[in-house]
Structure formats: structure tokens, C-alpha cells
């Protein structure tokens, strides 16, 4: 038993030993006699002396304390990693599922009923699988191409709200003309939702209100996967796989489709030809883990090789030279050039220089398109395209 006046774990010491960890530092090393008693089969210390804990055992205390935060901080972390994961697991469940088909699948439905409301789209599915007459609605894969190549995306009056955030509104009706074989760049400040159209235009999400169309068609009458056909995406930090570098050039492509020259040939369209060869096995050579054994321009040059060779129709580049070096930028910008030749373009970029040429810039700003015209009709109209022109110091004309 404690006698009175006995000072166990809690009081003043403990507080000095959880809010400092220095307690060490205040006793005074005369008043280190603490004397330890056995309580109810466990130990106590009686601080018979001065009332101070053993310097030793104080330590090991204060050892405990930050093992003990330390776990208590892990697992918050992994807490938080778990839910990342769920979200990740229920998209890609839905994607397995064929839950994405299912909003094509219903929206040419719908069309194919002279425009009449679908109430019920569990009616898509028959038996477990996909009713016929619904996937008949779907438009071919060579119409899909075709129109991709003769004409206009237009993206109309979207509004969009991620699933996650489902009550704030990201696009609050976006309408914007990306012309066809032309380049349009898109600018405005961090957070404006320039990613976010990105997104809706590789049909990752679907708008919640208004539509995409391309001439004229809107594009949820194509399959997905139809659909990632035509568009390739370049961006800051491009998927690579572990596997050689022809492979992920070739990537995604029938291997009957390709041939080793052709791999060669949009390697050197890409600027890229030079570095590959100078690896250890060439073409052959591995790239590591997510490409970790390439640079970041090299990484990238690879990435528009791979979209020259799928020569899809609709390209969006996404910050694709933004962490680049000098060098480094002005070989992947020639390599942005060729790819974008006779493609449907769209440019997303911070660094204004980069986007000057572009037939059409628009300006994002809160969900919205602000301003739209080329760079020296913005720069003359005075708006906040030409006040981030001065912000970036760039002396154009
Ligand atoms: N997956 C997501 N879930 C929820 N909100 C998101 C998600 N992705 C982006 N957002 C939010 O959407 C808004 C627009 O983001 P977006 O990335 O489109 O902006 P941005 O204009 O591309 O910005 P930046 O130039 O910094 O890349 C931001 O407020 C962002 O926090």
C-alpha cells in the first residue's frame, strides 16, 4: 500500500515527463535515492527520499512515451491510408462491374427512345449480362475515330462535382470549343479546375450536368474503352511500366500492330531515339519500378513516343514540361510540337511562354471560362489573362 504523502505516476511529475520529456534536466542529482515498494503485485515508487523517480527509469518512461506516440501517430496514418484505399477499391469495383458501360449504355438507350426519360436502368442488364438491344444503341468503334478526326469537342455548359465532394461544385457550367486539328490552351489559377476538365475529357468522371460532344455527337454514345482510343494524355509524370523501353513505348498496342520500326521511328519523332540507344541493351533496356531508372524528361519522352505510335486523334497535354530543366524542356516541347500536328489539342499550362502560340487560350477561373481568344487579343483587352502576363514577367511582343 501507498503511504500518505507518497508519489506515485501521476502528479506533478508525470506532467513534466509528458509535456517536456526533459525531466531529467530538473532533478537535482542529489535527489536521486527514489526507493521502489511492491503494491498489490506490482511495482510503486514510494519517492521515500525527495519524491523523484530513478534518472534510469525515467528514461525508460520517456522511451515508452514516444514509442507510444510514434504507434499512436502509425496508426492514424494507416487509418488514413485505408480510406484512400476504399475510395480507390470502389472505383475500380465500379469500373469492373461494367457500372461505367452501364451510364452509355442508358444514355443511348434513351436516345434510342426519341429522347424518353430512362426511370429504370436496371432494365440494361438481362440476366446478369448486358441486354443487346441496349449495347446496339452504342456507336461503333470506326465512327467514334471518325468523328474524332473531323471535328470540334465542345464541352457544354458542364457542371461537376467529385463523387467524394459531392456538394461542392467544381465546374459551375463550363462551356468551351476545342477546335478540331487546332491547339487550345488552357490557363488560370491553381484550383480553377483545369485538371478537372482533363479528367471529364478521358471520361475518368462524367459531368453531372451538360455534356461533352465531338462533332456534334455527345460522347457518352461511345464505349469507354472506344473512347480512351482516341485520346492520349501527357502529363507531369507519366506512367511508366516495369518493363523495357520498346514495351512501354509500345504499350497498349496489339503486338501484331507494331512493329520494331515503328517503335524506332516514333522514338526519334520524339527526340528520344539519341538517349535509348546510349542505354546498356537499347531498346531492350529495363526501366525499373514506374520508369525510376529514366529521368523525368526522358520519362516523358518516352510518354509522347507511346502517344505518336497510338496516333489517336484528341490530345491533352497536362503540364507535360513543367518540371523540366532548360535542356531538357526545349527537346520535349519540339517532340509537343510534331505530336500536336494535325491533332485536336489541349494545352494546360502555369508557364504562359509555353502556351503563346496557341491558336486559342482560354481562361479558367472558378469553375468557369472566363476569357477566350489568342494571346495578343487577351493581352490588348487588359483582363486578367494580361494581369498574369505582367505577374509572370514575360516580355512577349
Ligand atoms: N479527386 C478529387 N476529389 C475531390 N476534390 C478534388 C479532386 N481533385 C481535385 N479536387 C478539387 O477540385 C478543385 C479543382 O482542382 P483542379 O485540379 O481541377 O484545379 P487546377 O486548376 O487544375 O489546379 P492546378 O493548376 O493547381 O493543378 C480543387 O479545389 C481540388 O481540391
Not at 531529467?24 to 503494491?39: C, F, G, M, N, R
Not at 515508452?64 to 475500380?92: H, P
Request: hydrophobic share 40%.
Amino acid at each position: 500500500m501507498m503511504e500518505e504523502g507518497q508519489e506515485g505516476w501521476g502528479g506533478r511529475m508525470e506532467e513534466r515527463i509528458l509535456v517536456l520529456g526533459v525531466v531529467w534536466y530538473e532533478a537535482p542529482k542529489s535527489a536521486i535515492q527514489s526507493e521502489l515498494t511492491e503494491v498489490g503485485g506490482g511495482r510503486c515508487y514510494t519517492g521515500r527520499a525527495q519524491g523523484k523517480l530513478p534518472v534510469g527509469t525515467m528514461v525508460s518512461f520517456i522511451g515508452y512515451t514516444f514509442t507510444l506516440t510514434f504507434a499512436v501517430q502509425g496508426a492514424v496514418n494507416t487509418l488514413g491510408d485505408l480510406r484512400g484505399m476504399f475510395a480507390s477499391i470502389e472505383r475500380i469495383n465500379s469500373i469492373l462491374s461494367a457500372k461505367d458501360i452501364d451510364d452509355s449504355l442508358a444514355y443511348g438507350l434513351a436516345k434510342e427512345l426519341d429522347g424518353k426519360e430512362l426511370e429504370d436502368s436496371n432494365g440494361v442488364y438481362e440476366n446478369g449480362s448486358v441486354n443487346k438491344h441496349f449495347m446496339a444503341a452504342l456507336k461503333s468503334s470506326s465512327s467514334c475515330s471518325n468523328l474524332a478526326w473531323s471535328g470540334d469537342i465542345h464541352l457544354k455548359e458542364v457542371h461537376f462535382s467529385y463523387p467524394l465532394r459531392a456538394d461542392v461544385e467544381i465546374l459551375n457550367g463550363l462551356d468551351l470549343k476545342i477546335e478540331c486539328g487546332k491547339v487550345t490552351a488552357l490557363v488560370g489559377p491553381s484550383g480553377a479546375g483545369k485538371s478537372t476538365v482533363v479528367q471529364l475529357l478521358a471520361r475518368y468522371y462524367e459531368p453531372t450536368q451538360g455534356c461533352i460532344t465531338v462533332a456534334g455527337e455527345d460522347i457518352r454514345v461511345f464505349d469507354k474503352r472506344e473512347w480512351s482510343r482516341v485520346v492520349s494524355l501527357v502529363n507531369q509524370d507519366p506512367v511508366l511500366f516495369s518493363a523495357s523501353v520498346g514495351e512501354n513505348i509500345a504499350y497498349g498496342l496489339p503486338d501484331d500492330v507494331v512493329s520494331k520500326d515503328d517503335i524506332i521511328k516514333a522514338a526519334k519523332a520524339a527526340n528520344a531515339h539519341e538517349f535509348i540507344v546510349s542505354l546498356p541493351q537499347g531498346y531492350d533496356t529495363l526501366v525499373g519500378e514506374r520508369g525510376s531508372l529514366l529521368s523525368g524528361g526522358q520519362r516523358q519522352r518516352i510518354a509522347i513516343a507511346r502517344a505518336l505510335l497510338k496516333n489517336a486523334p484528341i490530345l491533352i497535354l497536362d503540364e507535360a514540361t513543367s518540371a523540366l530543366d532548360a535542356t531538357s524542356e526545349r527537346l520535349v516541347q519540339e517532340a509537343l510540337n510534331h505530336l500536336m500536328k494535325g491533332r485536336t489539342s489541349l494545352v494546360i499550362a502555369h508557364r504562359l511562354s509555353t502556351v503563346q502560340n496557341a491558336h486559342r487560350i482560354a481562361v479558367c477561373s472558378e469553375g468557369k471560362i472566363t476569357e477566350l481568344g489568342t494571346h495578343s487579343e487577351l493581352v490588348a483587352k487588359g483582363g486578367s489573362y494580361a494581369s498574369l502576363v505582367g505577374t509572370q514577367r514575360l516580355a512577349f511582343e
